[in-house]
């Protein structure tokens, strides 16, 4: 089974300044796909950003891009420019791709990290 | 565009009593979801559906039923609710494994809080 770790459950930030989430996932399969999803205080789902396992380059949105490290099974997010609104649970999430006629879905989270923004 | 609609929004159950709740999907999507979210615990997958009239055990099945009604409905029922069953609730849809990468993202309702008592 997938697991995924997100080390950090909390971490703060100034206004204006970078920040770094962690997240390290365990898997045998060779292609899936990875997200960032961010859940403010209204309990909605949001997605940040998604990446596919078998591209190296890394995704970016926006102030949004990702390092991830297939060798190492990490997947870190970088917030640039932190604004309040990015004030939120942030969760790492894994689904595996392949569809050989069967097999497990769904997403596989990590237990989230706390981001504070100070002003 | 209503994207993934789950009601109640709310509710508390005393212990022994059922429920189900529900959800719905407007993007035509074949793949359905239920997950719990308990604090410090990040989502866990309950169950989940491929396609209308199939259904599979996530990692926490057990006190929940599913039922996958058509293409745009899958509900998930309490048979005799417990204490520990207390949580938020979501629901969401997604295209199947092997879809593109741009397609593949789940979107979620807003959730359900349930208290049992």
């Known amino acids: 089974a997938q697991t995924v770790t997100q080390s950090q459950p909390e971490m703060s930030v100034q206004e204006a300044e970078t920040v770094t989430l962690s997240c390290t996932y365990d898997t045998s399969e060779s292609d899936y796909y990875l997200f960032w999803y961010k859940q403010p205080p209204s309990r909605q789902m949001i997605l940040v950003i998604r990446?596919?396992?078998?591209?190296?380059q890394n995704a970016t949105e926006n102030r949004f891009s990702v390092n991830f490290q297939k060798a190492a099974k990490s997947f870190s997010l970088k917030i640039s420019d932190s604004q309040l609104g990015d004030a939120a649970m942030y969760f790492c999430?894994?689904?595996?791709?392949?569809?050989?006629?069967?097999?497990?879905?769904?997403?596989?989270f990590g237990k989230g990290t706390h981001l504070i923004i100070q002003p | 565009n209503a994207g993934v609609t789950q009601t109640p929004k709310f509710q508390v159950l005393k212990t022994g009593q059922s429920m189900t709740l529900q959800c719905a999907q407007d993007m035509n999507h074949n793949s359905m979801y239920w997950y719990r979210q308990d604090p410090g615990m990040g989502l866990r997958l309950i169950y989940y559906?491929?396609?209308?009239?199939?259904?599979d055990k996530g990692e926490v099945p057990n006190g929940y039923n599913v039922s996958r009604l058509n293409k745009r409905e899958f509900s998930l029922r309490l048979e005799s609710a417990a204490p520990s069953q207390t949580s938020v609730y979501f629901c969401?849809?997604?295209?199947?494994?092997?879809?593109?990468?741009?397609?593949?993202?789940?979107?979620f309702g807003q959730g359900t809080r349930l208290t049992v008592v």
């Open positions: 559906s491929a396609s209308e009239g199939t259904t």
């Open positions: 999430a894994y689904r595996p791709r392949p569809y050989s006629g069967g097999g497990a879905d769904g997403l596989t």
């Open positions: 990446q596919e396992a078998y591209k190296q």
């Open positions: 969401a849809s997604s295209d199947p494994r092997g879809a593109t990468v741009m397609n593949t993202e789940a979107f």
